[in-house]
């Protein structure tokens, strides 16, 4: 008996410290550009033009550089604000529909350059890009492609023209670390005095793959976002909200304009997917995306921005939440409040992580090896995780909250550097020994966060019900 004492604590030294290769990555990954992208988590939008100046949402494009001419720009403040908001990136709209140039383009007039603001020394983008550095976020941009001041949009010698902002724009302006366009294509505008429709064809028009790679041979980690990516798709809403299934993956070949159902492909993304083109959520604060005196009473509340991040962030997507300056070139008071009322309810929901190095327990880990023990979901440590032997696709965790608490929300993560893979989860809390289920979803990915109806309990069990692959679990959090 002794002997097989002996034998046994042999056996269980052996298999804790064998080798045990980790999970074949399922793919497509992301990239590494993309991961650090992931990580971001929420980033500002900056509308500001002519149209902030005109009321307009899309400007036709004969506006007269005169009228931009705010009174108290501070591109700083902006920066300042989105820092403690906790952004981490902002994307400017160097030029939107109407033409207007945001820096002195010295290929076209239409710019800050023959406006009386600064004498026509200003320069937003260097402004923002300035200010990004001072408050350590990544800066980025928007370039519409539709132009309806330029007189020969619609035709080659456009492309050069865009291709040639572009270039001044990642050459005096870098890093970018995201490109912004948008699927508004054609139609009718000022095009240097013609005043005219001018219909594209939006697929071959602007020949993408050479104006890609362009920018790529000049900033060669930069992500493209355009509805259908490649660096990272739309979510087929403005309103704030990605699939309650969303996966990172889907396949380009799918997505083509006016598709039947392609709002919620994008919404969903494709379990299958052959590329890794996550969702960004691009949404305002207030109802348009430039600023409107009238919309000073419609900013949204903290309120409904805190639900937003739980439908962004909270589903595995990046929020790219739009704050658009007024005509004194400042974020007004009421988006100014309202993004610190946001911030104090991310502190205050998710003030406390419960789970933070407690107990775990699992059904079962990988090899029984302690590099892929359950106690690496409550580590605090995102390079860690728990995971299963390669055939077991489902699995649960069990999280001893040592003593009883009140919950209100659960955020899981996968290690998406070995790809997406979880389909479906469940949520039993414990209660005089007796589980009960509170809620079930479907993906993870980058991040999940669910809400809970505030409940107590003192142990929280967490089971994977199907995957794609054996889960990898980075993190499980509890507020
Ligand atoms: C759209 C544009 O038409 C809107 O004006 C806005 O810029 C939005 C973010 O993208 O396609």
């Not at 500001?48 to 108290?72: L, M, Q, R, V």
């Not at 408050?135 to 980025?140: I, P």
């Not at 892929?372 to 909250?401: A, H, Q, R």
Request: net charge negative; hydrophobic share 35%; glycine share 8%.
């Amino acid at each position: 008996m002794k002997n097989f004492s002996v034998l046994l604590i042999f056996f269980i030294v052996a298999c804790s410290t064998r080798e045990v290769p980790p999970p074949a990555p399922i793919l497509p990954l992301p990239s590494e550009s993309q991961l650090a992208w992931h990580e971001m988590e929420m980033n500002a939008f900056v509308h500001f033009t002519t149209n902030t100046f005109t009321g307009k949402e899309w400007g036709y494009g004969d506006e007269s550089p005169a009228i931009f001419n705010p009174t108290e720009y501070d591109a700083d403040q902006w920066v300042r604000r989105f820092k403690e908001t906790g952004f981490k990136g902002v994307i400017l709209t160097c030029k939107h529909h109407d033409g207007f140039c945001l820096w002195p383009s010295k290929y076209t007039e239409h710019s800050v350059k023959n406006s009386p603001w600064k004498n026509g020394e200003g320069n937003v983008v260097r402004d923002v890009m300035r200010a990004c550095k001072k408050y350590e976020l990544k800066f980025g941009v928007y370039l519409s492609p539709w132009d309806r001041n330029h007189a020969d949009y619609g035709t080659p010698a456009y492309l050069e023209y865009y291709r040639n902002q572009l270039t001044e724009l990642f050459t005096a302006y870098g890093p970018v670390f995201e490109m912004w366009f948008d699927g508004a294509n054609g139609g009718d505008g000022y095009y240097g005095g013609k005043r005219e429709k001018r219909s594209i064809k939006g697929s071959t028009y602007y020949e993408w793959p050479t104006t890609l790679q362009v920018v790529r041979d000049m900033e060669p980690d930069v992500l493209f976002f355009s509805d259908a990516g490649p660096g990272v798709r739309w979510v087929g809403n403005e309103r704030g909200i990605a699939g309650e299934t969303n996966w990172s993956t889907i396949t380009p070949d799918t997505l083509y304009a006016g598709k039947t159902g392609i709002e919620k492909l994008l919404n969903e993304g494709s379990e299958n997917g052959t590329h890794w083109i996550p969702a960004e959520v691009d949404v305002s604060i207030r109802k348009g995306w430039f600023y409107h005196a009238e919309e000073d009473s419609l900013v949204k509340t903290p309120e409904q921005l805190f639900n937003i991040y739980l439908t962004s962030v909270g589903r595995g997507s990046t929020l790219l939440l739009n704050v658009p300056p007024d005509r004194r070139g400042l974020v007004h008071e009421n988006d100014v409040a309202s993004l610190q009322g946001f911030r104090e309810l991310l502190d205050t929901e998710f003030k406390t992580d419960l789970a933070l190095n407690k107990n775990v327990t699992a059904s079962s880990y990988r090899g029984n090896n302690k590099q892929y023990s359950p106690s690496n979901v409550t580590d605090g440590n995102l390079n860690t995780y728990w995971s299963t032997d390669d055939e077991i696709l489902t699995g649960s965790i069990e999280i001893d909250l040592s003593e009883t608490k009140t919950i209100k929300y659960i955020l899981l993560q996968e290690d998406i550097r070995l790809g997406q893979r979880v389909k479906s989860f469940s949520i039993e809390i414990n209660n005089n020994n007796e589980w009960k289920k509170v809620s079930a979803a479907t993906t993870v990915g980058y991040k999940r966060i669910i809400k809970l109806d505030p409940i107590e309990t003192d142990k929280v069990r967490i089971s994977i019900t199907d995957s794609k692959a054996c889960p990898v679990i980075s993190n499980i959090a509890i507020y």
